[in-house]
């Protein structure tokens, strides 16, 4: 059916799904959304979703997940490029963070509102992504624990204060608003460091060409 | 209708249907939730519901606006009787905010799920209740900027920043989990101590009797 449209490939009628799945459930909820819309705003036929996609679940899913590596990946990467001292790759891989969550917002927000409508399988291929991105967080804390650069009793809870705060960038952040995705990162940066009893993190938080490529 | 059981009075009805609602939000979303459903639940029929609400819409801002408002009021009291300095009366709201979503997690996750679902009308009587928290957070860390205790450049955005890392906690928090609500909100009040720069908040949140009056 796809070759009435030869210049959008299979490839590129999934990613309208995809893209036009997570405008609805962004918009009015999983629960409301409906494969059919869904086909009908993708500009094909719900035949053509099933295609793809086994029912709305594996969509759903299918977002969640690649956003969750995506996110994933941009912060290893912004680790691997930091000084490699405890305080700078902390900094590095929040700050990356917080950037992936203030220029992917929709996706960061129907992950937080919408995952625990998915059945127990389909959530726990999500979580896993998910679990991995705090491990991350957990090992970079405990690294400037050990050395003596963080103050903190209990890492993991430390680490799931950090990431509910830049999970919350995604409610609030506007494209348009006073703050760039790269302050708001910088900044939260700053106060990550400073969570964890870093001096001197609030309020220094340097500014660092390096988070600008990430946007690219 | 409801004098059919005079025990539960017209108030015992109308806590109950709230109470199903809160319930059927949550595990299903205010998308999926139906007067029929919740009016089952409550044990009653859905006309003895539109005696109480006009609509779904109504309960959902009755649950937010009166859980938002408990909140308000147990942090204004716990600031009340924080030591008069910037840095305990900041510690103190955090505390009783923290505490206060560690223990209505359902209704805070309602609030942060399913108040985008509201037509703007009825979700401007939420969110002018969750503004006025804000708003006496944001004069509690102006105080402690001022007093040149705590050293951030952007009071919003920390302030912003903390309220959406103690949002995190509903998400998590579990009665039965290895920290009492009481520890949470303690860690918390820490963390937002040295979040704003203030000396020695993490790993040093002083464990308050009062936090745990806050409870009953």
């Not at 963070?97 to 995952?115: F, G, K």
């Not at 389909?122 to 979580?127: A, C, I, S, W």
């Not at 680490?159 to 609030?172: D, E, H, K, N, P």
């Not at 708001?184 to 001197?200: H, I, K, M, R």
Request: some cysteine.
């Amino acid at each position: 059916m796809n070759t009435r449209t030869p210049d959008a490939g299979s490839g590129g009628v999934r990613q309208r799904i995809l893209d036009t799945a997570l405008r609805d459930f962004h918009e009015s909820g999983f629960h409301a959304a409906t494969v059919r819309n869904i086909a009908k705003h993708a500009g094909c036929s719900a035949a053509n979703v099933y295609n793809h996609f086994e029912n709305k679940d594996e969509i759903l899913v299918e977002i969640l997940r690649s956003a969750s590596d995506e996110q994933f990946t941009a912060t290893r990467n912004a680790v691997r490029r930091a000084s490699p001292t405890p305080p700078a790759r902390w900094a590095a891989a929040v700050r990356a963070h917080a950037l992936y969550t203030a220029t992917n917002s929709r996706e960061c927000l129907v992950a937080n509102t919408e995952l625990r409508y998915l059945q127990e399988v389909d959530r726990k291929r999500v979580v896993g992504s998910r679990d991995a991105q705090e491990h991350q967080f957990v090992m970079l804390a405990e690294a400037g624990v050990s050395s003596g650069d963080f103050r903190i009793d209990r890492v993991h809870t430390a680490v799931t204060a950090v990431l509910s705060m830049c999970a919350g960038i995604a409610l609030w952040f506007r494209a348009d608003g006073p703050l760039t995705a790269v302050q708001v990162a910088d900044t939260y940066a700053g106060y990550a460091l400073s969570l964890v009893g870093f001096p001197g993190g609030s309020g220094a938080a340097p500014v660092d060409a390096e988070a600008a490529d990430m946007l690219s």
